[in-house]
Nanobody
């Protein structure tokens, strides 16, 4: 199983950017997928998550500006980042809790991270 994140880059304050994360491989079921971020000198923090039932959760710092969505047929999630600020600059990581193969235990997976830089 692999998580492939993409869509990072340089964006101006007040602009928009969309991140994508595709889960591939032998996937039995997905419990939750999430975006985390880590800024230089800071701990990794949860940005947003979406459950198998479609329930979303957001960090207070991004509520009203970021939107997480999914395409279940493609095992892909998205993070729409609107009105970003320089404080959103970080490496963004995709995360999933899923069962691979024919089932079995839930396991945690991480993507490779994609850099988002918010600057004018």
């Amino acid at each position: 199983v692999q998580l492939q994140a993409s869509g990072g880059g340089l964006v101006q304050p007040g602009g928009s950017l969309r991140l994508s994360c595709a889960a591939s491989g032998s996937i039995f079921s997905i419990n939750v997928m999430a975006w985390y971020r880590q800024a230089p000198g800071k701990q990794r923090e949860l940005v947003a998550s979406i459950t198998s039932g479609g329930r979303t959760n957001y960090a207070d710092s991004v509520k009203g500006r970021f939107t997480m969505s999914r395409d279940t047929a493609k095992n892909t999630v998205y993070l729409q980042m609107d009105s970003p600020t320089p404080e959103d600059t970080a490496v963004y990581y995709c995360h999933a809790v899923l069962r691979a193969g024919t089932g079995g235990e839930w396991r945690l997976y991480w993507g490779q991270g994609t850099q988002v830089t918010v600057s004018s």
